[in-house]
């Protein structure tokens, strides 16, 4: 199934939205990591490997340049470009300001997980995720 929404960065009415400041230049619906701080967090995209579960995790919903402060969904349901095929009910993980199946650990358990896909879609494709919700 598709997601209804029509762009990576759009989001539902009940998510959480923080303000970050960015330190480089990021697209609107780019998964971030979030670098707390004790004035303004800092965001950044998403590296090439899949992100610890240990930081943070935003998307942005915005474009926001170097060096500015932006809006950010930082929990409840967003939609994001899928990196692989993500199906519905699959836990992804942040991988290169998109979102990847989490890939397994050697223990068998899911790495990285920052959400869980509420409507999959194929590589390439704008899914829908609920940022935060893993259960």
Same mark, same amino acid.
């Given at each position: 199934?598709?997601?209804?929404?029509?762009?990576?960065? @759009?989001? +539902?009415?009940?998510?959480?939205?923080?303000?970050?400041?960015?330190? @480089?230049?990021? +697209?609107?619906?780019?998964?971030?990591?979030?670098?707390?701080?004790?004035?303004?967090?800092?965001?950044?995209?998403?590296?090439?490997?899949?992100? +610890?579960?240990?930081?943070?995790?935003?998307? =942005?919903?915005?474009?926001? @340049?170097?060096?500015?402060?932006?809006?950010?969904?930082?929990?409840? @349901?967003?939609?994001?470009?899928?990196?692989? =095929?993500?199906?519905?009910?699959?836990?992804?993980?942040?991988?290169?300001?998109?979102?990847?199946? =989490?890939?397994?650990? =050697?223990?068998?358990?899911?790495?990285?997980?920052?959400?869980?896909?509420?409507?999959?879609?194929?590589?390439?494709?704008?899914?829908?995720?609920?940022?935060?919700?893993?259960?």
């Amino acid at each position: 199934m598709a997601s209804s929404y029509t762009s990576a960065g @759009e989001f +539902s009415d009940s998510a959480r939205i923080r303000y970050f400041k960015a330190t @480089e230049a990021i +697209s609107k619906g780019e998964t971030l990591v979030v670098t707390p701080a004790a004035t303004i967090s800092t965001v950044a995209v998403s590296g090439t490997a899949d992100v +610890s579960a240990n930081y943070p995790c935003a998307v =942005a919903t915005q474009a926001i @340049e170097d060096g500015s402060t932006g809006a950010c969904v930082v929990y409840g @349901e967003v939609a994001v470009t899928a990196d692989g =095929a993500c199906y519905d009910d699959e836990l992804v993980a942040a991988k290169s300001g998109k979102v990847a199946p =989490a890939a397994d650990s =050697a223990t068998g358990l899911p790495t990285g997980v920052i959400g869980r896909i509420t409507e999959g879609g194929l590589d390439g494709a704008i899914v829908t995720m609920f940022l935060g919700r893993v259960v």
